[in-house]
């Protein structure tokens, strides 16, 4: 009983013990990453608990790049107050980038738990990175077309154009590179293009476009055609390399538009055709020719001319050249040289109009003479244009000819004949277009009637030769 009294006091004496409270503990979930262009995010911080009052917690702020990202709340002194609520578990901020359109790196910004109210403490996870990732991709350069021209008169220029496939997202440049024509220096362009004939243009932010002007020469002188090559060589910064990085551009020689330049005859089985190529003067400097009958042969006449502007000579192959001589300004004579020696030659003489109106053509015999192997004779209408071609071969004696061939051209029209019938290169014995032809020879009696079209710029284009035995087409081309 004593007993029992004793445990009974010391129960009812015994102190009650009152639990320690333990802070909350608060941390950051894992690192991030945002888009720059991903638009806002919330930002939590997780309590281990109940928050038992309410407090606040202060984030330490850190970031090279303050002015890309902003907060709600709002960031002051690089420091963050966050407000806590009793009883909730989390708190959270908004984390808002700023889409500034512009090429740059990803960033990282940092925030550090640091400071709490009391009954809060961090927990492990204090910190937390969030990398802003960049969005902007690098644009691409493209020249707005393939290929242009310009007349060598045209001396305002013309503007060569590199179209970027967006704004800039940055600074940038474009290396341009001149691949074919660089050396010919009839042009100029504005930047100018260094003695290495590459031109560096700066991209500015935000630019949709780059450009160079060309500007041509004027040099009163057929010197041809010229094509220039420009490449986007090299591209840095905000700027790539897009698809049609080439681009040609031809410096029209006003002397030389509209010249004659080809044409091409084809008929059943055969073919034929004739490429001019013109010098400094404007006279023809050679003939590229080329048939197929329908064996190919190709080859070329090289014209050569004496100080009066005349033909004095034409190089037919090598080692073969005919030369033509003149009397009170008419070619009277030719002769066609093989190997050092004469191997053919031709008289002329005229009708009272002054055109070409005979031609007797001598041939080398074996014995070293030369013998008279045809005679042709042209008749004209009043206006120049040839009419008839009648050739002649000597029998018995050189005093009596036999008609072998008949041609007759009729029908002219009132257009001018860029490719007329020459009986001594460089004379033309056409002034218009024929619309028939006649040829009488071996039996045969074939009329061709001719059609011809042409091309927007008033040169001709084609001819087509109908006949009861077939036809042939012809098409034409200028420079």
């Not at 709002?74 to 512009?102: H, M, Q, R, W, Y």
């Not at 932010?205 to 040099?219: C, E, K, M």
Request: hydrophobic share 30%.
């Amino acid at each position: 009983m004593v007993i029992a009294n004793f445990i009974s006091c010391n129960d009812e004496d015994e102190p009650q013990v009152t639990p320690i409270s333990q802070p909350v503990k608060i941390q950051f979930g894992e690192d991030d990453s945002i888009p720059e262009n991903g638009g806002s995010k919330e930002i939590f911080l997780q309590f281990d608990k109940a928050a038992p009052s309410d407090g606040e917690i202060t984030l330490e702020v850190e970031s090279d790049f303050p002015d890309d990202f902003e907060t709600s709340p709002e960031i002051a002194e690089n420091l963050l107050k966050i407000p806590i609520e009793k009883g909730k578990k989390t708190v959270s901020f908004d984390f808002i980038p700023v889409n500034n359109s512009v090429l740059g790196s990803d960033r990282a910004i940092n925030f550090k738990i640091l400071e709490l109210s009391k009954g809060f403490e961090p927990g492990i996870k204090n910190s937390l990175k969030i990398i802003l990732v960049e969005d902007e991709e690098r644009v691409t350069a493209s020249f707005s077309e393939a290929s242009s021209s310009l007349l060598e008169t045209e001396l305002k220029g013309t503007i060569i154009q590199i179209n970027l496939s967006g704004p800039a997202p940055g600074e940038g440049s474009i290396t341009l590179k001149i691949e074919e024509g660089f050396q010919n220096g009839n042009f100029q362009t504005e930047p100018k293009f260094n003695s290495e004939g590459k031109l560096k243009i700066v991209v500015p932010l935000g630019a949709t476009t780059a450009s160079f002007q060309v500007t041509p020469i004027h040099n009163n002188v057929l010197s041809g055609h010229q094509l220039f090559k420009f490449s986007i060589s090299e591209t840095e910064g905000a700027i790539t390399k897009g698809e049609l990085n080439k681009r040609e551009f031809t410096i029209l020689d006003n002397e030389l538009v509209g010249k004659p330049k080809s044409y091409e005859v084809i008929g059943g089985n055969w073919k034929s055709r004739k490429t001019f190529f013109y010098e400094a003067s404007g006279k023809i400097e050679k003939i590229e020719w080329e048939t197929e009958t329908p064996g190919k042969r190709t080859g070329t006449d090289t014209y050569y001319y004496n100080i009066h502007g005349q033909i004095e000579k034409i190089n037919h192959f090598p080692n073969h050249d005919e030369y033509f001589y003149y009397e009170d300004g008419r070619v009277t004579r030719s002769e066609e040289i093989e190997n050092g020696e004469k191997s053919s030659y031709k008289e002329y003489d005229y009708d009272p109009a002054g055109n070409i109106g005979g031609e007797a053509v001598y041939y080398k015999q074996s014995s070293g003479e030369f013998k008279l192997g045809f005679v042709f004779v042209f008749l004209y209408f009043d206006n120049g244009n040839l009419y008839k071609q009648l050739t002649y071969i000597p029998v018995d004696t050189e005093e009596e000819y036999e008609l072998i061939s008949t041609r007759t051209f009729d029908n002219y029209n009132s257009s001018s004949n860029p490719f007329p019938v020459e009986i001594v290169p460089t004379i033309a014995a056409q002034k218009q277009l024929p619309g028939s032809y006649q040829l009488e020879e071996n039996g045969f009696d074939i009329t061709y009637n001719f059609s011809y079209t042409f091309d927007e710029n008033g040169h001709l284009a084609t001819r087509s030769a109908s006949s009861s035995s077939g036809g042939e087409s012809t098409t034409y081309s200028f420079y």
